[in-house]
């Protein structure tokens, strides 16, 4: 018993590793997106980060989202200690709810609702995190921060969401395929079939549809 709990765990070791190279180079790639408002930078590595909780298991976000925004603060972040902790804690406020709903009820629809759940608790929590920490941080009038919450900070983050939502949708069952191909994830007991993993592919390119033009508009 001891010998397979070690060996489930050494997978999962191996897994989230795997998955925080993915994330820290997802987060490389964003970096040629141009940015909204001069300074809100659109990142992909929450994909990487809420499949590893999706795969295995809420709290594994947390580690993943610490090591990728960490190593990001070592080698390609400019905005310091703030930013640090601005990216972690946006990356876990999105990535830990969704985990969180999808290992309540491990479905499609589960993964839709928590990452809809997801999208709406990442632009809270940047809402208040741009109203308390913006203004001094970029030493401009609270007013001014107050003005862009609507305009600027509240759909960029929604769609940043939804835009991340669906990309998962897409790419989260070829991933989990790819990975119990290669040992690393126990196959499922229960399949969720074709026919669903469909309705999730079709949610994904909507959200896609709906938010890539959206993005692009804030972006000029």
Avoid at 18 to 41: C, E, H, I, R
Avoid at 112 to 124: D, K, N, P, Q, S
Wanted: glycine share 8%; net charge positive; hydrophobic share 55%.
């Amino acid at each position: 018993m001891t010998n397979s709990k070690s060996k489930i765990s050494t997978k999962n070791l191996i897994t989230a590793a795997m998955l925080t190279a993915v994330a820290y180079v997802l987060m490389l790639v964003s970096k040629l997106v141009p940015q909204v408002a001069g300074f809100l930078q659109y990142d992909l590595k929450d994909v990487a980060v809420v499949m590893g909780g999706f795969i295995l298991g809420p709290l594994y976000t947390i580690g993943i989202s610490l090591a990728v925004t960490f190593l990001e603060f070592l080698t390609a972040s400019h905005t310091g200690a703030i930013g640090l902790l601005m990216n972690f804690i946006s990356t876990v406020a999105f990535c830990l709810t969704a985990s969180i709903f999808y290992y309540k009820k491990k479905t499609i629809k589960g993964a839709i609702i928590g990452l809809v759940c997801a999208t709406v608790m990442l632009a809270v929590v940047m809402i208040l995190w741009n109203y308390f920490v913006t203004p001094g941080y970029m030493k401009v009038p609270r007013a001014v921060v107050v003005d862009m919450l609507p305009t600027v900070f509240l759909p960029f983050n929604l769609v940043k969401g939804l835009l991340n939502s669906g990309i998962t949708l897409i790419v989260y069952r070829p991933v989990v395929d790819g990975l119990r191909k290669a040992g690393l994830v126990e196959k499922s007991a229960k399949n969720s079939g074709k026919k669903k993993f469909s309705i999730a592919i079709i949610v994904g390119l909507l959200l896609l549809a709906i938010c890539i033009p959206f993005l692009c508009l804030m972006m000029k």
